[in-house]
């Protein structure tokens, strides 16, 4: 069962109401521990004095803060708790806006809003809240502490319960200004073929289309090293070439997405439209060396040959 990162009250005009924070992602990536490769003992991290050259203890340890003149500014632990935010156990919803009107540059991490306790008021209170910005489709905006950091959050719907995500806030998005553009606008010819790829490449959002292909390969590696298997690195990828005839790519392009490649070599059927786990399953059978870490293109390549 899901535990929660906070617990504390949504404040609401003059309604509180009792709620519990949950992570609504998970880390799924495969974490290493650093080994020193002579004898396999675990590393350690330290920390050490520049100047005395001897490790020293955390109680010993203070902070400062580096100039653009080179001098530092040294900040005490008395000095920084001065300015710490307020710690209290409450999101205060400071205002509701529409949520098209948010940039999604401006989201940074989700989590779930659940209510808790089993009193039937504050239950109903939450879903009040939740039915109301269901209706008015509108997002709240608010400010909570977690672990002694203050967070800019939106507040809105999602699957039926109150979904919280930290915000950036304005002063660290960074300006457009100095960053290229791409130059003129395309002619009208180039811009309607592309028009059109996006248009055969377009199909409905379904996250569960889209894995991490790393991963799997991290996890292939993985268990062929347990079982004792040999790793072979797959072949050097060519580098894309610059397009030379931006319309022909175009054109090349559309014709792919609209299913008219060339077949492959020994088949009837069209490598690029198969997954990377059907394509891997067909190099197992093909014992194509290296093909536990090659991508779908590669794999793609290596059944061609």
Avoid at 97 to 118: K, R, S
Avoid at 193 to 201: M, P
Avoid at 286 to 297: E, I, L
Wanted: net charge negative; glycine share 6%.
């Amino acid at each position: 069962m899901a535990r929660p990162l906070w617990s504390g009250s949504l404040s609401f005009g003059l309604v509180n109401v009792p709620v519990a924070i949950f992570s609504a992602v998970r880390d799924l990536d495969l974490h290493f521990n650093q080994l020193h490769e002579k004898d396999g003992a675990r590393i350690d991290t330290r920390r050490y004095c520049s100047e005395e050259d001897k490790e020293i203890p955390l109680a010993e340890i203070g902070h400062a803060y580096d100039l653009d003149s080179g001098h530092l500014v040294v900040v005490t632990d008395e000095e920084l708790e001065t300015i710490a935010p307020r710690k209290t156990r409450t999101i205060d919803i400071e205002a509701f806006v529409d949520l098209a009107d948010i940039d999604p540059i401006y989201f940074d991490h989700p989590y779930f809003l659940a209510p808790t306790g089993d009193s039937e008021g504050p239950r109903r209170a939450y879903q009040l809240l939740l039915e109301v910005m269901r209706r008015e489709e509108r997002v709240a905006l608010g400010r909570f502490v977690m672990r002694a950091k203050e967070y800019l959050v939106a507040i809105q719907v999602r699957d039926d319960r109150l979904a919280l995500t930290t915000m950036r806030f304005g002063d660290e998005v960074r300006e457009t200004k100095g960053i290229d553009t791409g130059g003129r606008k395309p002619p009208k010819q180039q811009l309607e073929q592309a028009v059109a790829l996006i248009e055969a490449l377009s199909t409905d959002w379904d996250p569960s289309a889209y894995k991490d292909e790393y991963r799997g390969r991290l996890e292939q590696v993985i268990e062929r090293k347990r079982k004792g298997k040999r790793i072979t690195a797959p072949k050097a990828q060519k580098e894309p070439s610059p397009v030379p005839d931006l319309m022909a790519a175009l054109e090349e392009s559309l014709a792919a997405a609209s299913g008219k490649k060339r077949p492959a070599k020994g088949g009837g059927d069209e490598l690029g439209e198969l997954s990377r786990e059907e394509l891997y399953e067909r190099a197992q059978k093909a014992d194509v060396p290296g093909r536990s870490s090659m991508s779908k293109d590669e794999l793609v390549e290596a059944l061609s040959d």
